[in-house]
């Protein structure tokens, strides 16, 4: 009787969200067009606003974005850490309670992609650029640089067993603090799309606590507030990459690096990403998102054998079980005396994460129907730590090996004497041999990730802006393409590094509060569900 009582609760509840998503439901379609009408026209009109300022005031952008970021970051600081660890705690349980048992999409649910393709595209738009950007930066800029407590806990590198202590520091940053974001936002709107028949967008996550006004003015501001943190979060990867393909160009084929080369080649590679898009989820990002995978494997072995294998297994034990030792006291945001390596990067790391949980939760949630909470989880989290640790570890190991060794000069130039961070990745493959090879490669590889980020976060701003709809007119993924690589070059030219981590930071951090937020929601939910 009572197991009766409640499985009419659930049914109940469920056919609630249905009928008033269908009530709320109210797009409207100029031009052919398909429009949430509120958070498309604000947050497209805000968006071009924002890039024709930029543009037009430069220098002043430059100083804006300047101040802002660390000020930021430094006020800030606890509520970014503790909020990541929250929803760390909150991932890690759900493995383990009862409700790890649900299927994404209902219990005869089946997944639409192979494990392997499910993964490789999970990969490519969760990780993207950051490996090859921050693989050998991260790692030798902790170890060596001087002063500014840029090294994590202050450990010193010159008592035995501290000579990885900048690889731990760089796990810390691309494991599970941030990986944990990314799954509560992707399964959060995995359950209510898939299992309670809402639309595929962050409104409908809240409608445990706001009911119908999910589909008024409190869902609008939800989503556009969304849309801007996936833009912003996003074309700072896409600054950065684009930076690191001109530094390439310049290492292999000698052309002079500049503001005007960097603006070309976002344009084009923007162009490139608009023809993934026109492709579509399955024919452009998935076959993308394949090619990058084995892509970016070839190079991985190729690095993990000529600088050693065995040293490289070794090595990344040791730094794995010092990250799992030292994860309580890195998490820790009270009595920091490492302020640079606190400041500088993890809170920014944390911002930048929970911007980008938008665009990564969704593309994920959208390619893990069939798949269990549990598996969910621990494919989103426990998985992509161990595989970024294992690429730290190797890249930035062999890194760190060399300098220590008096080499490895082309990394010396551009981490430790002159900060230009673009250059570690070719300065660390100059000491290797077939550099002739391996250079091109990998600066493919990164045009590669530059377009995947492109057209996944098109796709998914598309999805936002189009009131949860999957497929929306093609002409509005265009717009979103076109309009994330303006907002890439008005951030270069207005400031450069700084203005693509103040945008993301300011950004990242109201949008903390709705991540917060998710995680009680997703429970509800799934409390509803049968298991």
């Not at 850490?81 to 409700?99: A, T």
């Not at 603090?177 to 799954?183: F, L, M, N, R, T």
């Not at 989103?380 to 595989?387: E, H, K």
């Amino acid at each position: 009787m009572a197991q009766a009582q409640t499985s009419n609760q659930k049914a109940s509840q469920h056919k609630s969200f249905e009928t008033d998503y269908e009530i709320g439901q109210h797009n409207i379609q100029p031009f052919g067009l398909d429009i949430h009408n509120p958070v498309f026209l604000i947050s497209g009109l805000v968006i071009i606003a924002f890039v024709l300022l930029a543009l037009a005031n430069q220098e002043a952008s430059a100083g804006f974005f300047g101040w802002l970021r660390p000020f930021l970051t430094r006020e800030f600081d606890w509520f970014l850490v503790i909020s990541v660890d929250i929803m760390l705690v909150f991932c890690l349980v759900l493995i383990f309670l009862p409700v790890g048992k649900v299927r994404i999409g209902g219990k005869d649910a089946k997944p639409d992609y192979s494990l392997s393709g499910w993964i490789a595209m999970m990969f490519a738009a969760g990780i993207g650029i950051g490996l090859l950007f921050f693989g050998v930066l991260e790692p030798t800029y902790f170890n060596f640089s001087e002063g500014g407590n840029a090294r994590p806990l202050n450990i010193d590198i010159n008592q035995p067993g501290n000579e990885y202590i900048g690889i731990v520091g760089t796990i810390h940053h691309w494991g599970l603090g941030g990986w944990c974001v990314y799954a509560v936002v992707g399964l959060t709107l995995a359950i209510f799309a898939y299992n309670k028949n809402m639309p595929m967008t962050l409104r409908s996550a809240f409608y445990p606590i706001l009911g119908e006004r999910v589909w008024g003015w409190w869902g609008h501001v939800i989503d556009t507030l969304a849309v801007f943190a996936t833009l912003f979060g996003l074309t700072t990867s896409l600054g950065l990459g684009a930076q690191q393909v001109a530094f390439g160009i310049n290492a292999i084929f000698g052309i002079e690096t500049s503001n005007t080369l960097v603006v070309v080649l976002i344009i084009g590679i923007t162009a490139i990403a608009l023809g993934s898009v026109l492709l579509g989820m399955d024919k452009g990002v998935k076959r993308l998102s394949e090619i990058n995978m084995v892509m970016a494997v070839i190079l991985f072995f190729f690095v993990f054998f000529v600088t050693g294998a065995v040293l490289a297994i070794t090595r990344y034990f040791n730094v794995l079980a010092d990250y799992f030792l030292l994860l309580p006291a890195l998490s820790n945001p009270f009595g920091r005396e490492d302020t640079s390596y606190f400041h500088g990067w993890t809170t920014f790391y944390w911002a930048w994460w929970i911007a980008w949980s938008p665009f990564v939760g969704m593309f994920i949630a959208r390619i893990s129907k069939g798949r269990t909470v549990r598996e969910f989880v621990l494919c989103a989290l426990i998985a992509p730590t161990l595989v970024c640790a294992l690429w730290m570890s190797t890249f930035g190991g062999a890194a760190i090996d060399m300098l220590n060794a008096g080499g490895a000069e082309g990394v010396r130039a551009t981490v430790i004497d002159s900060y230009k961070p673009e250059g570690a990745l070719f300065g660390f493959l100059q000491e290797l041999p077939l550099y002739s090879i391996v250079a091109p490669v990998a600066l493919v590889l990164i045009i590669i990730f530059f377009v995947t980020s492109s057209d996944s976060g098109s796709l998914v701003i598309d999805t936002i802006t189009a009131g949860g709809k999957m497929n929306a007119p093609v002409s509005q993924r265009v717009f979103w393409c076109t309009l994330e690589g303006l907002v890439a070059i008005a951030l270069l030219l207005g400031g450069g590094l700084s203005a693509l981590q103040g945008a993301a930071v300011s950004t990242g951090i109201p949008f903390t509060i709705v991540v917060l937020l998710m995680c009680w929601c997703v429970y509800k939910a799934l409390q509803t569900e049968e298991r």
